[in-house]
């Protein structure tokens, strides 16, 4: 409030439009920055959310190379570009002689020529050694099935960290190439090396098979280190006219997250071929190809043990030859069966999927098997 006392009229009159126009004039200042602060309230926004969306592709671009990565599909080479990179690295530690190294390089190129695995990480022998040793030892086990004959193959420098799939078909062939059921579907077949695997099923798409997987893997495996699963092992069993299924154990069916249902079909695949009350049963079923989230194993027989529980007989990929060897010692101890042996508390991921082999397909049989695969479903259980 204004403090002046004025007897002029004109001079109190032109005093107060002095007032009304320093008000007006703060009025307009006020507006003025209001108008700024909005706008550059408006402008930081703008950049924040510039710098947010920008920080978001960065981190979707990273989980997706991640994920790439991960699968093998980063344009990181293959199989043969992971082996010669690995031994060089091999080389330059000391731990692999030059010589060493060219004679290695010399046997790969030899093998990816001819499209057939050279045997490096195969042992052979195992399930006969098992028979052996669950006849003499093993007296804590009731019944035991064993699956067909079938060598174990583990993953080499080449195939480090992403050749589970491709090695467990390799052992699952190796059984089925001793099989005369099989004679006409595999006829002239030999153990593949990975990167003609990877050829076989890129094969099987062509003709039409799991195009939903097959877009997945951008239509192309060789020259990837792309995983490879119960699908793909589905596709390319199918397509060589091998009857197999796929069972999905989608949950948990026991308590604290194990799959009792799962050992149970194990055990009820095996122990059809009932041979009286042998404690030991080789059966002529060959083996079981078992999926879980990252990994796959070689499911090689079942024991079920004088408590009535269950275990399974796993061959893993991972596990090198030297500690498979011991299992061909004539005195087995118990001690090497650990890595074979998994009990239903063992299994505890949220899914298994596995591959079962039933026979052989006509090649009607086969087309129309191809046309189902369109839509790809999987028996689930429960």
């Known amino acids: 409030m204004c403090g002046l006392l004025c007897t002029n009229y004109s001079i109190l009159q032109e005093h107060v439009n002095l007032h009304?126009?320093?008000?007006?004039?703060?009025?307009?200042?006020?507006?003025?920055?209001?108008?700024?602060?909005?706008?550059?309230?408006?402008?930081?926004?703008k950049q924040e959310d510039?710098?947010?969306?920008?920080?978001?592709?960065?981190?979707?671009?990273?989980?997706?190379?991640?994920?790439?990565?991960?699968?093998?599909?980063?344009?990181?080479?293959?199989?043969?570009?992971?082996?010669?990179?690995?031994?060089?690295?091999?080389?330059?530690?000391?731990r692999m002689p030059p010589s060493e190294f060219h004679r290695v390089k010399a046997g790969m190129m030899e093998s990816l020529a001819l499209g057939i695995d050279d045997g490096q990480t195969k042992t052979s022998g195992i399930i006969e050694a098992l028979h052996r040793y669950y006849q003499n030892i093993a007296t804590d086990v009731r019944h035991v099935w064993l699956s067909a004959v079938v060598d174990h193959f583990h993953s080499s420098l080449g195939d480090k960290g992403w050749g589970c799939g491709y090695r467990n078909f390799q052992m699952l062939l190796s059984s089925l190439l001793q099989d005369d059921t099989f004679d006409d579907c595999l006829k002239g077949m030999s153990i593949p090396c990975i990167p003609k695997i990877q050829a076989m099923i890129e094969d099987a798409w062509k003709e039409g098979f799991d195009p939903q997987g097959a877009s997945q893997l951008n239509n192309r495996l060789q020259g990837t280190k792309a995983w490879i699963g119960a699908c793909e092992i589905y596709t390319l069993l199918t397509?060589?006219?091998?009857?197999?299924?796929?069972?999905?154990?989608?949950?948990?069916?026991?308590?604290?997250?194990?799959?009792?249902?799962?050992?149970?079909?194990?055990?009820?695949?095996?122990?059809?071929?009932?041979e009286g009350d042998s404690k030991v049963v080789c059966t002529s079923k060959p083996p079981i190809y078992l999926q879980h989230q990252g990994h796959s194993r070689t499911v090689v027989g079942i024991e079920e043990r004088k408590n009535r529980t269950l275990c399974l007989l796993i061959f893993d990929p991972g596990c090198p030859s030297p500690e498979m060897q011991k299992l061909l010692k004539q005195d087995i101890e118990a001690g090497s069966l650990r890595q074979l042996r998994k009990f239903v508390g063992n299994l505890k991921h949220k899914q298994y999927?596995?591959?079962?082999?039933?026979?052989?397909?006509?090649?009607?049989?086969?087309?129309?098997?191809?046309?189902?695969?369109?839509?790809?479903?999987?028996?689930?259980?429960?």
Not at 55 to 78: A, H, I, P, T
Not at 241 to 267: A, E, N, S, Y
Not at 354 to 379: D, H, N, Y
């Open 50 to 94: 510039r710098k947010r969306k920008s920080e978001e592709s960065r981190q979707e671009m990273e989980g997706f190379q991640k994920l790439q990565r991960q699968y093998g599909l980063d344009n990181s080479g293959g199989y043969k570009q992971q082996q010669l990179r690995q031994m060089e690295i091999e080389v330059n530690r000391g």
């Open 20 to 45: 009304l126009e320093e008000s007006s004039y703060r009025q307009g200042m006020d507006e003025v920055q209001c108008s700024s602060d909005l706008e550059l309230a408006y402008q930081l926004q």
């Open 239 to 274: 397509s060589l006219r091998v009857k197999c299924r796929i069972i999905d154990f989608h949950k948990p069916t026991g308590p604290l997250g194990t799959h009792p249902r799962l050992f149970d079909w194990i055990l009820n695949y095996y122990s059809s071929e009932r």
């Open 353 to 382: 999927q596995i591959v079962a082999v039933e026979g052989a397909l006509s090649p009607e049989e086969k087309i129309a098997r191809r046309q189902a695969s369109q839509v790809f479903t999987a028996e689930k259980i429960p």
